[in-house]
């Protein structure tokens, strides 16, 4: 095949000699030379300048910025679906400076980044990937906008979760995905991960949106708020949209973007491991296609994408605190720490591997709940089995967990208990059950929830002591109609206020327990995924312990160590790192390989 042939060109003589067999020709010769054509073509399916192994959000956004520059690239993805964990979140972005910010009139410098994501890091991530994220990270918003259907929309006083940290922002630096019409997937659309808590019914709904929805039945602008949510969905569908928002917004705009730029994306296709030159450089993966290994070629570069280890409860045990399992996680189902492990065998090291995007979450029977609101709105308090108080309800969820392990063997709090009275479940939205109307028993059932007319007795259903439990409610009370509280500062940052009841006075996040009957929900440490994985440089390219890079691999998303390190700086630190350091990789390939 001469080389000046292009892998389109090849592929569409095969197809034409297909054509021409199946007209009728009897030829041996041209039989033969049909076949040996045909094949050459298939060789050339797998031969790409570029692989991402992962379909999430880090994998397309590498694979939509490989393409526009001139990227031969290829996507495989394990799962049925694409989108990964992305596609089942709410999709909040962090990238400080990003233009849909700065277009909002957000008063953000980079300096004020710099300065406020090494507060929160800390010297656990080096200054250069720190800041190889602030730099990059709004160009590729920018980069996306311009090269996708993807829009995002300015995420209005959601605070940095460390607003009183030098360069925080009490107003924010977070956005999210625009409204998407599932349309212009078209059949596509049907092989989406589906979101983790699809929206109401006749409802179209975006994260900002959620605060007020759970107020609805108390707040008048919650309400205005949850009329709005009903009216968007009525006129996308009167003018023969299917509006997504959130995580399927973000995946499938995203995917729209690689369709529109011609990159191939196989679904049901595993990946196994790396493929080497006889110097040790990564030039292809192996993958399960169609049942049977098969190697696909990338002679620029392979970037994992894969997501994290959540569902391995081998790596879990491994390497993460006890205790631990896989049925406390809401990350995709796919994540199985695939690319990880092959980086392993290939020597890289790794950074971060005992931690995870942590937040408290209810056992529910199906799939546990990642309680966002529903521990900082007022009228609940967390306790552990002495029936104490034993961190700032309203702090950042992955703080809690953390605190949960950190205080675990002292006096146990894995579980913990949520619990908040009658009063409580009579104003406010939990998880997608209205205000005053009951549990299903399928939690009573479950063990994840119990009911009690007296506090001594919900106490000894969930096998706390009982006076303990009384003393704690009393203390808590008197801090709540005093508005302060002096144990654990709930409501002292500006971050606590987001998800509470600016209804209720002098401290919108603390009021008492006081009517009957009283709930106790069990607490574990659920998490959105993992966050540990593989070393890279500011570059994403993936080292070893001692510093040399792995030639030809990169890496971004779960699959890598997270720049955050062990702390999270916002509201989407996950997917906005994430979808930065997958353009950053691209970028090198490109200008590098």
């Known amino acids: 095949m001469p080389p000046t042939l292009s892998r389109r060109t090849v592929l569409a003589g095969a197809a034409a000699i297909g054509a021409g067999l199946a007209v009728g020709s009897t030829s041996p010769g041209r039989q033969a030379l049909a076949a040996e054509q045909q094949r050459a073509a298939l060789a050339a399916e797998q031969q790409f300048d570029a692989v991402v192994v992962g379909c999430g959000a880090a994998g397309m956004t590498a694979a939509l910025r490989l393409a526009r520059r001139g990227v031969s690239v290829l996507v495989v993805e394990k799962a049925s679906t694409f989108g990964g964990s992305a596609a089942r979140s709410g999709a909040g972005i962090w990238i400080p400076n990003n233009e849909v910010i700065l277009a909002a009139g957000v008063p953000d410098t980079p300096a004020s980044a710099s300065a406020y994501l090494a507060a929160v890091v800390g010297g656990d991530v080096p200054t250069a990937k720190q800041q190889a994220f602030l730099d990059n990270g709004p160009q590729m918003i920018s980069f996306v906008q311009a090269n996708s259907p993807l829009r995002f929309r300015y995420m209005a006083d959601y605070p940095d979760y460390y607003p009183e940290l030098p360069g925080g922002m009490p107003q924010g630096r977070s956005i999210e995905p625009d409204l998407f019409d599932g349309n212009l997937l078209g059949p596509e659309l ?25 107020l609805a039945l108390v707040n008048v602008h ?19 949209r299917a509006p997504l928002t959130m995580g399927q917004a973000l995946a499938g705009a995203l995917r729209a973007g690689l369709a529109t730029a011609g990159v191939p994306v196989w679904l049901n296709t595993p990946f196994q491991d790396f493929q080497f030159d006889g110097q040790g450089r990564v030039t292809g993966v192996v993958v399960n296609r169609d049942g049977s290994p098969t190697v696909i070629q990338a002679s620029r570069g392979v ?12 790596m879990r045990l491994a390497y993460q605190r006890k205790p631990i399992g896989t ?80 205080k675990n063997g002292a006096t146990p709090d894995i579980p913990a208990w949520l619990v908040f009275d009658q009063n409580y479940r009579n104003r406010y939205l939990f998880r997608d059950v209205p205000p005053v109307l009951p549990f299903p028993d399928s939690w009573y059932d479950a063990g994840a929830v119990f009911r009690n007319p007296t506090l001594d007795g919900l106490a000894r259903e969930i096998g706390v002591p009982a006076d303990a439990l009384c ?33 209720v006075h002098p401290n919108s996040c603390l009021a008492p327990l006081w009517l009957p009957p009283f ?75």
Not at 222 to 240: D, I, K
């Open 471 to 503: 003393a704690t409610v009393a203390r808590f009370n008197r801090y709540a109609l005093a508005g302060s509280d002096p144990d654990f500062h709930r409501g002292d940052s500006a971050y606590d206020h987001y998800y509470t009841d600016p209804s």
């Open 190 to 214: 049907a092989n989406l991960n589906p979101a983790y808590m699809p929206t109401p019914p006749g409802m179209t709904v975006f994260t900002t949106d959620y605060r007020w929805l759970v």
């Open 303 to 314: 970037i994992v994408a894969a997501g994290g280890f959540e569902h391995n409860l081998a």
């Open 519 to 593: 709930y106790a929900c069990k607490i574990v440490p659920g998490d959105l995924g993992t966050k540990g994985g593989l070393r890279t440089d500011a570059r994403s390219r993936v080292l070893r312990a001692d510093g040399t890079v792995v030639a030809g691999l990169y890496a971004a998303g779960n699959s890598s160590a997270a720049v955050m390190g062990h702390s999270y700086a916002g509201a989407g630190a996950t997917i906005g790192p994430a979808m930065t350091f997958g353009y950053i990789a691209a970028n090198d390939i490109a200008d590098h390989s």
């Open 327 to 406: 049925d406390w996680t809401v990350g995709a189902a796919a994540n199985m720490g695939d690319g990880i492990q092959a980086g392993l065998r290939a020597g890289a090291a790794t950074d971060f591997l005992d931690d995870a995007w942590w937040g408290p979450a209810i056992p529910l029977p199906g799939e546990p709940y990642f309680c966002l609101a529903e521990r900082t709105l007022p009228g609940c308090i967390l306790v552990n089995s002495a029936g104490s108080r034993f961190v700032n309800e309203a702090a950042p969820y992955s703080d809690v967990v953390h605190v949960m392990y950190d």
């Open 222 to 240: 919650g309400t205005a708020v949850a009329a709005e949510c009903a009216a968007r969905y009525a006129s996308a569908v009167l003018h023969g």
